[in-house]
């Protein structure tokens, strides 16, 4: 908290378990500021006024651009690279599950073919991102990156629901004859080719939910593999065919597990949430201990596409305060931009906090310095 404001805070906001979803407000606290601000409420429910005193500082982060940028050209690298091994392998995939008749083989197979759409899914959102911003598109077209990666999520589930409904009908309709020589082969080979193509992917995948999205699909393709190999296996040695529907009701199990991570962070970014790596709570104490900084309220974190985070906030200077604005403008952006690796920074420093119209959602800052909601 500013040194020249007379008071303690005493938050910590570190210390709170909390979904951070944007639109958090410092305003809703009853603090004794051991100053008069000239009447301000900083209860802002309900209050119109004119923002005319308002100043909007904007702080785009090129360097923190330049990084996504390369971020995003490696994916695209990975995922290319990974698309040519995907579609030279599928068609032998195809051939060997429609010979032997296998199940897990087939399923493997038709998932291999999702890989590639999931994985060309991806290029071409990553393709429509590239577009510049509009009048119309503020933001450009990130957000079909998300987009892409929420529909090869919905695509797995899809697949899996495939899956249990063909091993029903296998347990169901008995027994069945499946040749384990090609079953092993191509299995063993769709096995080596997911796991390359695994390797390829994972690196860029924890940087862009996008390639995640195509990610999580040769994962699913690569548990599958394993499933057929081991199946084999079995029906070489033993005879016994009623392991392949059985282990292909495991790997689709596995498959949802693994896809449903994805499918919430997915839905955290369209609905706006705080990105899971930033402390919403612990920025604004950083921005508060600020010398001049009264408080910090209306504050929005969200992310725009992965890897890029944008974020506004008004913040209450001291009256008193005597420094330089800009000087103190450049530390606060300087705290959120390279600590917190925010991107798109925009602040408006106000003198008053009664003049803002904003409707400020704090029962939940109110709970958490209540004594007992600790």
């Known amino acids: 908290m500013s040194s020249g404001s007379g008071h303690d805070h005493g938050h910590d906001h570190a210390g709170h378990d ?15 500021h051991g100053h008069d601000h000239a009447g301000h409420d900083h ?3 309900g209050h119109d006024h004119d923002h005319g ?4 500082h904007h702080h785009h982060g090129f360097g923190g651009h330049d990084h ?38 087939i399923a493997d197979a038709g998932h291999m073919l999702t890989d590639a759409a999931a994985i060309a899914m991806a290029l071409f959102a990553m393709w429509i991102a590239e577009r510049e911003a509009s009048v119309d598109r503020t933001y450009g077209y990130f957000r079909t990156e998300i987009i892409a ?6 695509a797995l589930w899809l697949i899996v629901g495939w899956i249990l409904f063909e091993a029903f009908h296998r347990f169901t309709g008995g027994e069945q004859h499946i040749d384990g020589v090609p079953m092993l082969v191509v299995g063993v ?22 390639v995640e999205g195509a990610f999580q699909h040769v994962m699913a393709d690569l548990m599958g593999s394993v499933a057929v190999v081991i199946s084999a296996i079995v029906i070489l040695t033993t005879g016994w065919a009623f392991i392949d529907p059985i282990l292909s009701i495991l790997i689709g199990i596995l498959i949802m597990l693994s896809s449903w991570r994805l499918v919430t962070k ?10 899971e790596h930033i402390d919403v709570y612990r920025l604004c104490s ?20 992965s890897g890029s985070e944008a974020f506004t906030a008004h913040i209450v200077v001291d009256p008193s305060y005597e420094g330089d604005m800009e000087v103190l403008l450049k530390r606060m952006q300087g705290i959120i931009h390279d600590k917190y690796g925010i991107g798109h920074v925009t602040i408006q420093l106000e003198k008053s906090a009664a003049t803002c119209t904003e409707r400020h959602h704090v029962d939940h800052l109110e709970h958490a310095y209540r004594p007992g909601g600790m």
């Open 18 to 32: 909390h979904d951070h979803d944007h639109g958090h407000d410092h305003a809703g606290h009853d603090h004794d």
């Open 43 to 45: 209860d802002h429910a």
């Open 53 to 56: 005193h308002g100043h909007h």
């Open 68 to 105: 996504a940028h390369e971020l995003r050209g490696a994916s695209k690298r990975s995922l290319v690279i990974s698309l040519v091994l995907i579609s030279t392998y599928m068609v032998a995939e195809v051939v060997g599950g429609l010979i032997s008749g296998s199940l897990a083989l």
């Open 149 to 154: 990666a929420l529909i090869n999520a919905l």
């Open 189 to 210: 080979g769709g096995l080596v080719i997911n796991l390359v193509t695994a390797y390829i992917l994972h690196r860029s995948a924890e940087h862009s939910l996008n």
């Open 266 to 275: 997915v839905f955290r970014v369209l609905l706006e949430g705080t990105p």
């Open 286 to 305: 950083d921005v508060e201990e600020l010398e001049g900084v009264t408080i910090i309220h209306d504050v929005h974190v969200w992310t725009i596409t």
